[in-house]
């Protein structure tokens, strides 16, 4: 019997937060809902939530203001619009899980949770292997295999998906990307990224021209096969 | 300083040059040497080369050798039509500006058009020709030419009417014609020469043979000169090594005599043989403002001709003429002054010294030449008395009124025993006279108030003896003290009036400007303009501006004042030249001179806005030359106002639209933001509901179907506002074609189901530069029009490849494809196709695509499959918009 989960729901629309009190309710989750920032510090220290819904629309401060406050104590996913592609990013590079976009779908709403929920466990399974579909990530052994057979991939392809294979099913940034496998002073180089998932995809996809283990997520990261994923 | 800096001058010449048609011109130094013959030989010349050649107007004047050469030549029918009974038979400039050859050839450059041409010369149509682009080749005859005019008459006694102003030869090649006196005679025997009118009358003269010998080499003299200011500009302009004559600077004084014109010749001539820039200046004294109007005609003619031969001029005010020329030629660094002999007379000269020998003596680095006028030249103005130098009647009986008054004063004042001063009485109606009333009548006063004090005081009392010389002081002190104080009195009195006369000019501009001010509608100006200018310069006025409409080219009235103001067809032309060539036109002026009118551009922003007109209604000219400063600014101040006008105009037409952008802003995205969040609610909540039955789990499904439509008409509403407030600030990264399709697939995966598509997109196509977010939307909007109008039953083929330039990124369904005549209008907002309504299009998808696309600097066009039925769409990436993959 897992502990109850306590989720904690920061957005001005009431409407909106009774969505995901009902919707986060009936799969089990205990719901807390904070309507200004104040209240979402508060709730923070009382309820001490395990994973944060945070709109970065708040009438007193700035969402994004809240997010280095939080950070460690609790997994931030930010509520946004979905052309709002700067803030998402800036809301990530400081230290947000993860996003999701409005309109949502209850479902990856769900399955985003389950994602931030597993990096907060303390379970140690970075080191287990990483699997999808044929693909096996062995972080522990540095190697990379698909159907059993170990893929040759370029030192900085490894390094781009045992980045991602650390977090698997979370966005990475851009930057956050290239600050970890390139270097800092080499965050604005996007096309080192496209080189090493063009690489990776041919290398491990079974159709490049749709995969399914190396998303894209226009102008903001990449993640590994996050709604999939079942590990 | 720098030598070698090229001489601005010259260079601004060698620039107007520039896309001008080139003149030509064969001189000769009389009729009958064939210059007509040799035009059209080297005209023939030109036609072997494959040059387009047209006659514009030849005279054969019947010579059979002249004729037989016209022949072959393309000519273009003169333009002949009746105006005011004088018949028009004149070269048709239009038909050759219509006809465009390049070269046409015009027979007798100095000829005078007949009256109701549009110009008065027909070397301002060839001007005009010029100034089209079209080379032209013209015939001269040196006794034409206006600096030699003098020259020609002084030894052939035949003043020719007919003359050319010399700046027009300026620029041109010239040929000589030339054969020498002897055959020339020869051909006049023998009947081969035209003689033109005004030689018939001194044919014996004219013909002699030492005048052609003298007009001979006058003509060789010339074109000799001409080359070699042609080359000395060329040298000038690009500040070649080489010696030229030292900087001489010419000046001539002018005046309101006839002589002027005369030395305005003389000093062209000089300026031309010296090579030295020269100014014609005339100097303002007080006693300029007495001019009458024959004077100041005179005095504008010298400094119009001035201007035509290539003179600067200048007007100068000054206490006298000496101070005023010892200023200007300090000022203006001359090297030479040429002045016209005084007519003064002698007696003048003896009390006041002559000019000439006071100007040789105070300015010491000057040369001074004095160059004699013939009086006879012209009809010589002789300065008529200005009414009034005699002064008024009036002032003579107030003066003597006081003499006599102060005479009786004497009177009672000796009979009471005091007798001293009463010469001092007498000084009384002198100053008043002298100064109220001018120097006649002082003196006339002072003579009586002297005979009147002799007559009366002094002893033997009387009589008009004079014992005492004491006494005979005070007669002359009376004397004196009249002249002077009167011409103190004058000066002072010019000076006022003077004053009084700018005063007045200026207080009409202030009042002007004042009025102006306030005007914000261009009808207003049109009034105020009309009325004021009419009254100031008493005349009709009329204001001409093109028509509102951008079809309605002809100019139309605005305002006219009289109300009444008739404008012939002759005058519209002339407002019309006046207006397309943004230069005077009509009565006193250089084109179309038979209107009544006088038209003036009025310009604002550099563009000509309409043209105001000025005609009297006793039909003299409209403008006297001291009116033309005044009515100019006037005209500066009305085009300043019209400009402020306008700039009102759009700044109030930008603020609207800046407040119409900013609330169509404002309201989109509130109405955008207020939807959402409650869309966003009801999706969610529809999503969350457990269906009762397979019945309600449809009427859910439709139900959100239905919501997620709106969200994505609202959504798209937002992003129409963003691009309409230009709000899309582009992050531009390099993206692989091949993720952004396959990651606009994933997005659309629900709704491309059940539906093929088909992705061709060449291994070797390169990254593109453009924002990822942006992009990602030009892609999933294509790929959604491709399923929502394409066969569902075929698939969408999306290729990307490159091109010639660049690459091409094609999206392709197989449906109805584009009605004709829509591939553009297609991309409109809320554009769409008849009968595509039923199709749940909000009609502004396409029209996103390219705005986004615009916002990152790509083009996206919309055509019909060359291969079959269905619409593709394809976005451009020029080279600039691409990045190659790193070499592996």
């Known amino acids: 019997m897992t502990p109850i989960v306590t989720i904690l729901v920061v957005d001005d629309e009431p409407a909106i937060r009774r969505l995901f009190h009902v919707g986060l309710s009936r799969v089990g989750y205990n719901v807390v809902e904070a309507g200004t920032a104040r209240e979402a510090l508060n709730a923070l220290q009382i309820d001490k939530p395990e994973v944060v819904l945070l709109d970065l629309g708040l009438p007193d401060r700035d969402g994004l203001e809240l997010i280095p406050i939080m950070q460690g104590q609790t997994a931030i996913i930010v509520v946004s619009a979905r052309d709002a592609t700067s803030q998402k990013v800036a809301a990530l590079d400081l230290g947000a899980d993860d996003y999701i976009s409005k309109p949502f779908d209850s479902e990856e709403v769900l399955a985003r949770i389950r994602t931030a929920l597993r990096h907060r466990l303390p379970t140690g399974v970075s080191d287990a292997p990483f699997r999808h ?40 940034t851009h930057s956050q990307l290239l600050k970890a496998v390139w270097g800092p002073g080499h965050e604005g180089d996007v096309e080192y990224l ?33 709604l999939d994923w079942h590990g | 300083m720098n030598e070698q800096r090229p001489d601005p001058e010259a260079l601004l010449r060698a620039a107007a040059r520039e896309g001008r048609g080139r003149l ?61 009974g004088h018949i028009l038979d004149e070269m048709d400039i239009d038909a050759i500006l219509a006809r465009r050859p390049a070269l046409v050839l015009v027979d007798e450059l100095a000829h005078t058009n007949a009256p109701g041409s549009r110009h008065d010369k027909r070397w301002q149509d060839v001007e005009e020709l010029l100034d089209a682009g079209i080379d032209v080749y013209s015939t001269l005859n040196i ?3 206006e ?46 020469v035209y003689v033109p009118d005004e030689a018939t009358r001194a044919l014996g003269n004219f013909f002699a043979k030492s005048n052609l010998s003298a007009l001979r080499e006058l003509a060789l003299r010339y074109a000799a000169q001409a080359v070699d200011a042609q080359m000395l500009d060329y040298v000038r302009a690009h500040a070649m090594e080489g010696t030229w004559a030292a900087s001489d600077r010419l000046v001539v004084a002018i005046s309101e005599q006839a002589g002027s014109l005369e030395l ?6 000089l300026a031309d043989a010296l090579r030295a820039p020269w100014t014609a200046v005339h100097i303002e004294t007080p006693r300029s403002a007495h001019f009458n109007d024959a004077e100041n005609m005179q005095l504008a003619d010298a400094l119009h001709l001035a201007t035509q031969l290539g003179g600067h001029v200048a007007s100068v005010p000054a206490e006298s003429v000496l101070e005023g020329l010892k200023r200007f030629t300090t000022e203006a660094r001359a090297t030479q002054l040429i002045v016209g002999k005084s007519i003064r007379s002698r007696w003048f000269e003896l009390l006041h010294g002559s000019i000439v020998d006071r100007l040789v003596r105070e300015t010491p680095g000057l040369a001074v030449q004095v160059l004699p006028t013939s009086e006879t030249a012209q009809g ?47 000084l009384l109606p002198v100053m008043v006279a002298a100064t109220r009333y001018g120097l006649r009548t002082g003196i006339v006063t002072s003579l009586a108030c002297s005979l009147g004090y002799n007559f009366f005081f002094i002893p033997p009392t009387h009589t008009f003896t004079i014992e005492d010389p004491r006494n005979l002081i005070t007669v002359l002190v009376l004397l004196g003290v009249a002249i002077v104080s009167s011409q103190l009195a004058a000066r002072v009195r010019e000076h006022a009036l003077q004053a009084q006369a700018s005063a007045a000019q200026n207080s009409a501009l202030a009042g002007f400007a004042r009025q102006l001010t306030g005007i914000s509608m261009i009808d207003d100006l049109a009034q105020v303009l009309c009325a004021e200018i009419g009254r100031l310069l008493d005349g009709n006025t009329v204001l001409l501006m093109p028509g509102e409409a951008p079809g309605e080219g002809g100019l139309s009235r605005r305002w006219s004042w009289p109300q009444a103001a008739r404008l012939e067809t002759l005058d519209m032309a002339a407002a019309n030249w006046a207006f397309e060539n943004d230069c005077p036109a009509g009565r006193g002026s250089d084109t179309l001179t038979s209107s009544e009118w006088l038209f003036h551009p009025l310009a604002a922003r550099g563009a000509v806005m309409g043209v105001f007109g000025l005609a009297r209604s006793d039909a003299r000219a409209p403008v006297r030359p001291d009116q033309l400063p005044l009515l100019l600014s006037l005209l500066d101040q009305a085009g300043l106002a019209l400009e402020r006008i306008a700039l009102e105009a759009q700044m109030a037409d930008l603020s609207q639209a800046r407040e119409r952008d900013r609330l169509r802003h404002a309201l989109l995205s509130s109405v955008s933001h207020d939807l959402r969040t409650p869309l966003t609610t009801i999706m969610g909540t529809l999503a969350a509901i457990d269906a009762a039955g397979p019945d309600q789990a449809a009427q859910i499904a439709t139900a959100r179907g239905e919501a997620e439509r709106l969200y994505r008409f609202v959504t798209n509403l937002l992003d129409m506002a963003r691009i309409e407030a230009g709000a899309l600030h582009g992050k531009i990264e390099p993206v692989d074609l091949d993720e952004a399709v396959s990651e606009a697939l994933h997005e659309l995966r629900t709704l491309l189901a059940d539906h093929a598509v088909s992705i061709d997109i060449a291994p070797d196509a390169p990254m593109v530069l453009v924002d990822p977010h942006l992009f990602h939307h030009c892609l999933t909007n294509l790929i959604e029009n491709a399923a929502k109008y394409g066969d569902p039953d075929a698939p969408i083929t999306i290729t990307a490849a490159r091109t010639t330039d660049g690459v091409d990124l094609a999206i392709s369904d197989r449906g109805g494809g584009i009605p004709e005549g829509w591939e553009e209008r297609i991309f409109e907002t809320f554009a769409r196709i008849e009968g595509s309504d039923r199709k749940g299009g909000t009609g502004l998808g396409l029209a996103i695509v390219k705005g986004f696309a615009l916002a990152m600097g790509l083009d996206v066009t919309a055509v019909n499959c060359a291969d079959g039925p269905g619409a593709r769409f394809t976005i451009h990436f020029d080279p600039a918009h691409l990045k190659d993959w790193p070499e592996a």
Do not use: C
Not at chain 2, 264 to 269: E, G, L, P, T
């Open chain 2, 24 to 84: 030509k011109v064969f001189l000769g130094a009389a009729p009958g040497v064939g210059k007509t013959y040799e035009m059209l030989s080297e005209g023939a010349a030109r036609r072997e080369d494959g040059i387009d050649v047209v006659v514009g107007v030849v005279e054969t004047h019947g010579r059979e050798e002249t004729a037989a050469k016209l022949r072959g030549f393309e000519v273009v029918a003169r333009h002949q039509a009746s105006y005011q």
């Open chain 1, 194 to 226: 496209r080189v090493a998932a063009r690489g990776i995809r041919r290398k491990l996809e079974d159709d490049p021209s749709q995969p399914k283990l190396l998303r894209n997520e226009p102008g903001i990261g990449y993640r590994l096969a996050s």
């Open chain 2, 143 to 145: 006794q034409h030419l």
């Open chain 2, 380 to 426: 010589r103005t002789r300065r008529r008395k200005p009414r009034g130098e005699w002064g008024d009647l009036s002032g003579y009986l107030v003066s003597l009124g006081l003499t006599v008054a102060v005479t009786v004063a004497g009177t009672r004042l000796l009979s009471s025993g005091n007798i001293t001063d009463l010469g001092l009485l007498y």
């Open chain 1, 133 to 172: 579909g044929d693909v096996e990530i062995d972080l522990a052994a540095r190697a990379v295999r698909k159907g059993g057979t170990e893929v040759h991939l370029t030192p900085k392809e490894y390094g781009f998906l045992s980045e991602l294979a650390r977090n698997p099913g979370r966005v990475i």
């Open chain 2, 147 to 192: 600096s030699l005019n003098d020259v020609v008459a002084s030894f052939t006694k035949v003043r020719v009417r007919e003359t050319l102003p010399d700046k027009v030869l300026e620029d041109a090649e010239i040929e000589v014609v030339d054969i020498p006196p002897d055959d020339l005679i020869e051909r006049l025997r023998h009947g081969k």
């Open chain 2, 264 to 269: 305005v010749r003389a000093a062209k001539r």
